[in-house]
């Protein structure tokens, strides 16, 4: 269950959080090369979507394996890992390939394995992509942090990769304000305590606000709650730097018997007093019809991700305006 758009849009928006630009300057199945004065270890810790960062060095296509490799200038002693999305190039012995290229670097920068200054990463795709290893995201981290195993739980709630995926499509930075107002059982607002934001979160339901309190102390995070209506949150708020959130879809969710549609429109004039002109909101919705009248607001993109027979998810970005 990914989104590769989604992953990618996820990316971008860290890029830019982190550092003062994000440009996608390579794009191939499974890979995506960002142009960013980001800091490459904050990347790997604020991501969730994507498996591995690395430091570009360059692309090329199979054949120009061995010529790259004679370029390539990092600190030694190196390691050499080759990997391949889905069946990229499923005749090319990644083994060999390790050792080839090992064998080029070798003579110039030493070769270790097991204690490397470098390891040099090569990904076979469409093309071949060669960078220096910087780290992997810590996907089993968020799979601790599913509903199943949290204090207070519920059968909808979202994974907290996505949760966090939607933090970071605010682009809301350390120490700023980000708001869900429809928090539930808190994925979101864990996720935005977690990278360094100000968490709040709201909820209609009392019971919603304790479980989401709960379920924060267990993971040693803060933030503050409010039990409000979402029409009247932004007296409650008044401003947030971002918002991001998984509004009820109204079969096992609760809307108190409101129509959905009428309950985003509330939703949308009501957060648009919170959010400064520029400033991103990030919303999931189970009907993509349901993002066309955001008054306030501006449609960036959406990305669908369909989850089971009955829901798909279109995890949308919409801009202040």
């Not at 990463?121 to 071949?128: L, Q």
């Not at 648009?272 to 066309?292: Q, R």
Request: with cysteine.
């Amino acid at each position: 269950m990914e989104c590769e758009s989604l992953a990618r849009c996820e990316a971008l928006s860290v890029g830019r959080t982190l550092g003062s630009r994000a440009e996608a300057v390579v794009e191939d199945k499974g890979i995506l090369v960002i142009d960013t004065d980001a800091n490459a270890n904050a990347f790997v810790d604020r991501m969730a979507l994507c498996h591995a960062v690395s430091e570009y060095i360059c692309s090329g296509g199979p054949e120009d394996v061995e010529a790259i490799s004679s370029s390539v200038a990092v600190p030694g002693p190196v390691r050499v890992h080759s990997t391949r999305i889905g069946t990229s190039h499923e005749c090319v012995d990644l083994a060999r390939v390790n050792q080839s290229v090992g064998a080029v670097l070798e003579p110039a920068v030493g070769v270790d394995i097991h204690n490397p200054s470098s390891e040099v990463r090569i990904v076979f795709s469409d093309k071949v992509h060669f960078g220096r290893f910087v780290g992997s995201v810590d996907r089993a981290s968020y799979e601790r942090r599913k509903t199943k195993n949290m204090p207070f739980n519920h059968p909808i709630s979202l994974h907290p990769k996505f949760a966090r995926c939607m933090v970071n499509l605010t682009e809301v930075r350390l120490g700023q304000r980000m708001l869900d107002p429809f928090c539930g059982t808190g994925a979101i607002v864990t996720e935005a305590a977690l990278v360094g934001a100000e968490a709040i979160g709201s909820d209609v339901s009392e019971r919603m606000i304790e479980g989401t309190r709960a379920n924060m102390a267990s993971v040693g995070a803060e933030g503050r709650l409010h039990v409000c209506d979402v029409g009247s949150v932004s007296a409650v708020v008044q401003h947030a730097d971002g918002i991001a959130t998984d509004p009820p879809y109204g079969r096992s969710s609760s809307t108190n018997g409101e129509p959905v549609s009428d309950l985003l429109c509330r939703a949308f004039g009501s957060l648009s007093e919170i959010l400064d002109k520029g400033s991103k909101l990030a919303m999931v919705v189970h009907d993509p019809s349901l993002a066309d009248n955001a008054e306030g607001f501006k449609l960036l993109g959406s990305h669908e991700l369909w989850v089971h027979r009955s829901l798909t998810r279109h995890f949308c970005v919409f801009e202040r305006l």
